[in-house]
């Protein structure tokens, strides 16, 4: 059977986020989490079914990749499809060359699991290792401390405040109140939770979003933030643990997030958090 390259169009996105929530387990590599769509989804429906990449065969969907950015395709492979020399050589095929529409010309980089054969066939091909990051994990079979800040659930009411520590925390960040809305609006955002950290003073310091793949399967923390003006007091670990415990309550059997290793502090936050570094992982890099 042919392997078939395609956009999943809106009507579509429901099935690639249930696959993607379906090839979340415990043990299994990093790759693209439902809730990397459904953060994508602040930019609206139609955008992100334009940035979505679907790979089938007879029917059944394989890989599916969004394209987060104009030279970055960010992959996840079906558990049992990862060492199928067909699709990885479909997927090389599909990402090398610009007029079938996946990446452009030039300097692009590709997320993809690290057990997948893709990394093995594009290394041949002369691609590079790009800088490291860390994955990091937090098991939750067991309770989670106390934060030790006021934390909110964010509804409609306090998109914008949520939004606002966002822009804070993210130089060049153009997230609003707007597209909080219309992120909560997309399915991945019914197994989700936005939430707000308060210092005693009142005041709104850190924020996250945290993405349930479903009970008995790990979840995620993306975004993560702390305001500017609010800095090395503690506060991003305390939002971490709140994430933690959100996701527990979803049901999730971890939870997981990623930074570049280079970001010592963020790796430093997230440990205090509880969380524990996993082996590093690397783009694929292709220069010219």
């Keep these: 059977m042919a392997m078939v390259l395609g956009m999943p169009g809106v009507d579509g996105l429901r099935e ?9 387990c415990e043990g299994a590599p990093t790759q693209l989490n439902p809730g990397d769509l459904g ?19 007879g029917g059944r969907l394989l890989a599916v990749g969004l394209l987060d950015g104009p030279g970055l395709l960010r992959l996840a492979i079906a558990p049992d499809a990862r060492q199928d020399e067909r699709l990885a050589r479909q997927l090389v095929a599909d990402v090398t060359e610009p007029e079938r529409g996946v990446l452009p010309a030039g300097r692009v980089n590709i997320e993809a699991p690290m057990d997948a054969l893709i990394q093995d066939l594009l ?3 002369g691609w590079d290792t790009d800088e490291p990051w860390t994955p990091l994990r937090r098991d939750l079979t067991g309770p989670v401390e106390d934060p030790g800040l006021r934390i909110e659930v964010v509804g409609p009411e306090q998109a914008h405040a949520f939004a606002a520590v966002h822009r804070s925390a993210f130089d060049g960040s153009r997230f609003t109140g707007e597209r909080w809305h219309a992120m909560a609006a ?10 707000l950290a308060y210092d005693a003073r009142g005041d709104a310091v850190a924020s996250v979003a945290v993405w349930s793949a479903g009970p008995g399967r790990p979840g995620l923390l993306e975004p993560v933030g702390v305001h500017r003006d609010h800095r090395r007091r503690g506060h991003g670990t305390a939002v971490s643990v ?11 059997s971890s939870a997981l997030v990623c930074t570049p290793s ?21 783009d694929l890099s292709r220069a010219t």
């Design 16 to 24: 690639a986020v249930g696959v993607l929530r379906e090839w979340q």
């Design 39 to 57: 953060w994508y989804w602040r930019s609206g429906a139609e955008a992100t079914a334009a940035a979505v990449r679907t790979w089938r065969r």
């Design 123 to 125: 290394a041949a091909e």
């Design 186 to 195: 997309g399915s991945p955002y019914a197994d989700a939770r936005c939430l």
């Design 242 to 252: 709140a994430a933690a415990a959100a996701l527990r309550e979803l049901g999730s």
């Design 262 to 282: 280079a970001n010592r502090a963020a790796v430093a936050t997230y440990r205090a958090a509880g969380f524990r570094p996993r082996p590093e992982v690397r």
